[in-house]
């Protein structure tokens, strides 16, 4: 089966910087999207911004020339360079990964476990 894994969340000041990585393992040949979403205390789950394996990406316009996703499809892994950090962007972040090529078929939606990431001075 496939699993996501995240790692960097953690706690940073107002207008300061994480980075999020999220790995993906399992018998995996191919990833068609990949993307990162939030949910804050008693709000519902967002979307922050997701990137196709070839390299198209979208943002939440809350974080839009903030935060940076990237993936090495080699690795199966995605990044989110998160820039200028507000309370605001306090949450659980998620990794997801849709439309997955494995050997046993085709996965259609996975989800990590979630990094907590707190903003707060």
């Known amino acids: 089966q496939v699993q996501l894994v995240e790692s960097g969340g953690g706690l940073v000041q107002p207008g300061g910087s994480l980075r999020l990585s999220c790995s993906a393992s399992g018998s995996i040949f191919s990833i068609s999207v990949m993307g990162w979403y939030r949910q804050a205390p008693g709000k519902q789950r967002e979307l922050v911004a997701t990137?196709?394996?070839?390299?198209?990406?979208n943002y939440a316009d809350s974080v839009k020339g903030r935060f940076t996703i990237s993936r090495d499809n080699a690795k199966n892994t995605e990044y989110l360079q998160m820039n200028n950090l507000k309370p605001e962007d306090a949450a659980v972040y998620y990794c997801?990964?849709?439309?997955?090529?494995?050997?046993?078929?085709?996965?259609?939606?996975?989800w990590g476990q979630g990094t907590q990431v707190t903003v707060s001075s």
């Open positions: 990137i196709t394996s070839s390299g198209s990406t």
């Open positions: 997801n990964a849709r439309s997955i090529a494995t050997a046993l078929g085709n996965v259609p939606n996975v």
